[in-house]
């Protein structure tokens, strides 16, 4: 796979100040701020209900912030319009924590759907699909529906399909979260790969501590509504 | 490799219904459209047969009817003028009278069929008058403009029946649409989140409906084609009844309303599937 070309230093990934509530006393997010180099490889970690998969989704843009702004790939969005935003989600590949993969769809299917909706013709990215599967090591699995796959198969399929459309940023909620310890260490090292390879900027969610401290990678630390960035010594503990 | 899947699953026990539904609404509104078509066709048939007829009534000595004749030929505006023999005017009473015919005894009116543009009843009436002839001239617009009237809100009523069905047609597969909406909610999401414009999901469920919408729309123009051809199998006249009655038939414009009301259907459930699409995305980000 060709690697991505991100000629700007402009952060890939930019929180300023941002909060979200439902309400008067409901703030899932207060203030938050955090910026993504391009090519970096974030993890992100807070206790249960900290917001973290709000602030992914405040990311993908799958909500929008009640103060602050959100900015990707330069792109203040909070002033663009709804048609506006679409160019901007396919420039970013998402692993959501439930999978979300298609029942009725093949793992072949359901990697190329996000090429599917841009209008490619299929015989254009056939192969690329077939590569990236077998590169997840499901290479024997095209044809399976996501019923008949394992935990960590349909991880790596969500993985696959995040990944095809060659995003300039990656996120994952809790993706190793559903699978054992050594599917989980796998997942990392193909999350590695995508970011050493592609240079892909990869933002991840997640619990698993032990991960984190082996990764030594950047880590944020999401609590009571704010965002801080842990030192490398600080990393022992709860998350 | 089974190739490019439909992103939409199929939802057989849903489809089925609303396809019964829609397979239902398109048969009332073609055989409404029918009976409207009827209707019409009834009053011009009704009103052409008699457009430009003028009988004339003689009331005077038998002289008279002969004196009459030669009047309104002469009027301006009338083409032919004779008088009825016996025979024809027997012809005329035979639908109330039998075959059995008139006793031959029997007085018949006098009456004098006159052929002429619009309106030379009144020219013909005056003539007469002047002419100093007790005669009563009927050039059945009356009659004509009740058999329209009558026609005409039949029609009406059927148009109408149409408008209601169609807009029927429309909520019924907007409410599908939503419903199929809510089921394949991970779906709308998934494709909204990786980047899908509204237009390309909206297609998908548009794809769909349309195909329902014809496929439905065509089982119900055939049906209202068969009952339309059983009804008009059934209520045939003879000859000697189709004087009263227009004879009934399909032409062309039926065939066009049947031909159109799948094609309608269709655009109908496209176009319900479309807003009711936007209108759930609008919703988000």
Redesign the interface.
């Known amino acids: 796979m060709p690697d991505n070309d991100l000629s700007t230093d402009e952060p890939v990934l930019r929180l300023d100040r941002v909060g979200l509530s439902y309400g008067p006393k409901s703030d899932v997010l207060a203030d938050v701020s955090l910026s993504l180099r391009p090519g970096s490889m974030t993890f992100l970690t807070g206790p249960s209900g900290s917001g973290k998969s709000t602030l992914l989704r405040l990311a993908?843009?799958?909500?929008?912030p009640t103060a602050g702004r959100v900015s990707l790939f330069g792109v203040e969005t909070n002033r663009l319009r709804?048609?506006d935003?679409?160019?901007?989600?396919?420039?970013?590949g998402?692993v959501f924590q439930e999978f979300?993969l298609?029942?009725?769809?093949?793992a072949?299917?359901n990697v190329a759907?996000?090429l599917?909706?841009?209008?490619r013709p299929?015989a254009s990215y056939r192969q690329d699909v077939i590569d990236l599967l077998g590169w997840v090591g499901l290479g024997d699995r095209?044809?399976a529906r996501p019923a008949t796959l394992s935990g960590g198969e349909k991880q790596r399929v969500a993985i696959a399909r995040a990944v095809v459309g060659k995003p300039d940023l990656l996120i994952a909620d809790e993706p190793t979260g559903n699978v054992d310890e050594e599917m989980g260490e796998r997942l990392y090292r193909l999350f590695r790969e995508l970011n050493r390879r592609l240079k892909t900027t990869v933002l991840i969610a997640t619990h698993d501590m032990a991960l984190v401290r082996r990764a030594k990678n950047d880590v944020l630390r999401l609590a009571e509504g704010m965002v801080v960035r842990v030192p490398l010594d600080q990393r022992e503990g709860q998350p | 490799?089974?190739?490019?899947?439909?992103?939409l699953?199929r939802e057989d026990a849903r489809e089925a219904a609303l396809f019964f539904v829609v397979c239902a609404l398109c048969f009332l509104a073609a055989f409404s459209g029918l009976i409207a078509r009827a209707a019409y066709a009834a009053a011009d048939a009704w009103t052409s047969e008699v457009a430009g007829e003028i009988t004339i009534r003689v009331r005077g000595p038998e002289a008279d009817t002969q004196r009459a004749v030669e009047i309104i030929a002469k009027t301006e505006g009338i083409a032919s003028a004779h008088a009825l023999t016996r025979e024809e005017s027997e012809e005329l009473l035979k639908p109330w009278l039998g075959a059995g015919g008139v006793p031959a005894g029997l007085n018949l009116p006098r009456l004098i069929a006159a052929e002429g543009a619009a309106g030379a009843g009144d020219s013909v009436a005056a003539a007469l008058k002047e002419a100093n002839i007790n005669a009563t001239v009927d050039d059945h617009e009356t009659w004509s403009a009740d058999a329209r009237r009558v026609t005409g809100t039949i029609g009406l009523v059927a148009l109408s029946a149409v408008a209601l069905l169609g807009a029927t047609g429309i909520a019924v597969i907007a409410f599908a649409t939503h419903a199929t909406m809510l089921a394949r909610r991970?779906?709308v999401?998934?494709?909204?989140?990786?980047?899908?414009?509204?237009d390309?999901i909206a297609g998908l469920f548009e794809r769909r409906f349309l195909m329902l919408g014809v496929q439905a729309g065509a089982l119900g123009a055939l049906l209202a084609f068969g009952t339309a051809a059983f009804i008009l199998f059934a209520v045939r006249q003879t000859d000697e009844q189709a004087w009263l009655l227009p004879q009934l038939s399909l032409s062309l414009a039926d065939g066009l309303i049947l031909g159109l009301s799948p094609l309608i259907a269709g655009a109908a459930s496209m176009f319900a599937a479309n807003l009711t699409v936007k209108r759930s995305l609008?919703d988000?980000?």
């Open positions: 993908y843009l799958a909500l929008r709804r048609r935003l679409a160019p901007l989600r396919r420039r970013v998402v979300r298609l029942d009725h769809l093949s072949y299917d759907l996000p599917r909706i841009t209008g299929e095209l044809e | 490799m089974s190739r490019a899947a439909p992103l699953p991970d779906i999401e998934l494709l909204h989140l990786s980047g899908a414009r509204d390309f609008s988000m980000v």
